[in-house]
């Protein structure tokens, strides 16, 4: 079984600072999520990840296959920013069920 | 449309009422999840449908009995249900192919038990 490890587990910021939230797993991957969640919201995927790097906006997604790890980086972070941040693997197998990790609440100050 | 909806977005039913909760999407994926998530807690898996068909239940209770009428739909009906219940039920859908792995999600519906 995959074991999932989010750090930090909450982070408090202020606008305009960079923010990274990490992620590491145990077990071999086919792909990585990296997922957002607002307070009382539903989940909206923000990266899907199988190797290198991907860039949104303001959101930058790395994933170093070898290490295990996977990074979430957020420049010039803004109050909109504030949910919590999760990742979750995918080990192949039927149906890719995905493991999650237990989240990073992130919140940032104006 | 690369959209899951669910409806009710809330629903507040009693211990014997029979009640059920609708996910659609029209993406053309064959795959369909249920998920269920208590306050700060990750979601947890409870059923996959795969062609229509389900594929994986993860021990879930008789009480929660799923549905796939067609590709882009899929129904959680819900019957004598316990407070602890009581949760966001998020529905997610994915293309099956090499290396479609990532998953849709819905915005959820927020149940409540009484």
């Known amino acids: 079984k995959n074991e999932v490890e989010q750090s930090p587990q909450n982070l408090t910021a202020q606008e305009g600072e960079f923010i990274t939230i990490n992620c590491s797993y145990s077990?071999?991957?086919?792909?990585l999520h990296w997922l957002q969640q607002h307070p009382g919201g539903g989940i909206v995927s923000l990266f899907m990840?199988?190797?290198g790097k991907k860039k949104h906006g303001r959101l930058i997604a790395t994933i170093n296959i070898q290490e295990k790890h996977s990074s979430l980086h957020i420049t010039a972070s803004h109050p909109r920013d504030s949910a919590v941040y999760i990742c979750?693997?995918?080990?192949?197998?039927?149906?890719?069920?995905?493991?999650f990790g237990k989240g990073t609440l992130l919140t940032v100050n104006p | 449309d690369t959209e899951v909806t669910q409806t009710p977005k809330h629903l507040v039913m009693g211990m014997t009422n029979k009640k059920s909760l609708k996910c659609e999407q029209h993406?053309?994926?064959?795959?369909m999840y249920w998920y269920k998530q208590k306050a700060k807690k990750p979601p947890e898996l409870m059923f996959v449908?795969?062609?229509?068909?389900?594929?994986i239940n993860e021990s879930v209770p008789s009480r929660f009995s799923p549905e796939c009428p067609n590709s882009s739909l899929l129904n959680l009906h819900l019957h004598a249900l316990q407070p602890e219940d009581s949760a966001l039920y998020l529905c997610?859908?994915?293309?099956?192919?090499?290396?479609?792995?990532?998953?849709?999600f819905g915005p959820g519906t927020r149940l409540t038990v009484t």
């Open positions: 990840l199988s190797s």
């Open positions: 449908y795969s062609y229509e068909k389900l594929s």
């Open positions: 077990v071999g991957i086919s792909a």
């Open positions: 979750a693997v995918i080990s192949g197998g039927s149906n890719y069920k995905l493991t």
């Open positions: 993406m053309g994926h064959r795959a």
């Open positions: 997610a859908s994915r293309q099956i192919g090499q290396g479609s792995y990532e998953q849709y």
